[in-house]
């Protein structure tokens, strides 16, 4: 694979990264045991208006309980990855050093979409083909608004 086509295929999997750690982040309201480490703003949760049932909640917070602290350590780790990159990029590191934290962080970003992808597939059984046609139309909102937020506020 060439280094441009392996770099938008990069690309989009990052995005797809940040839709899917949107998805997964807000997909229910945060338990008891979570609420204190958020702020008291909610925003509205994805699953909010899917109708669930009592047996698909549990079922979906089973699966948040089994992949959120995974996820969450990925994303951290996938964060400092990056920064220590931009580091070595601006810095004097040597070439050798600069691509081998590359590629680290190519693998780490595998890692975290497979941990990710698992996590929405398991949900994604849960849910009947109206709840995810409706779901991925709020998505495709969020992403909208998103995008327009981001056009807004550029350094935000």
């Not at 979906?60 to 931009?86: F, S, V, W």
């Amino acid at each position: 694979m060439s280094r441009i086509t392996k770099g938008v295929v990069i690309c989009f999997a990052l995005i797809g990264v940040c839709s899917l750690g949107q998805w997964v982040g807000n997909t229910l309201q945060p338990s008891v045991a979570q609420a204190p480490e958020r702020p008291q703003r909610r925003r509205p949760g994805l699953f909010r208006d899917l109708q669930l049932s009592r047996q698909q909640r549990r079922e979906i917070r089973a699966i948040r309980q089994k992949y959120g602290p995974q996820t969450r350590e990925k994303a951290q780790l996938l964060r400092q990855t990056r920064n220590e990159l931009k580091a070595m990029i601006a810095g004097e590191a040597p070439e050798a050093e600069v691509r081998a934290q590359f590629q680290s962080l190519e693998a780490l970003t595998q890692e975290t979409l497979n941990l990710r992808f698992e996590n929405m597939m398991a949900i994604r059984k849960v849910l009947s083909p109206e709840q995810r046609q409706r779901l991925e139309q709020k998505l495709a909102e969020r992403r909208r608004q998103r995008r327009q937020q981001r056009r807004l506020n550029p350094e935000g």
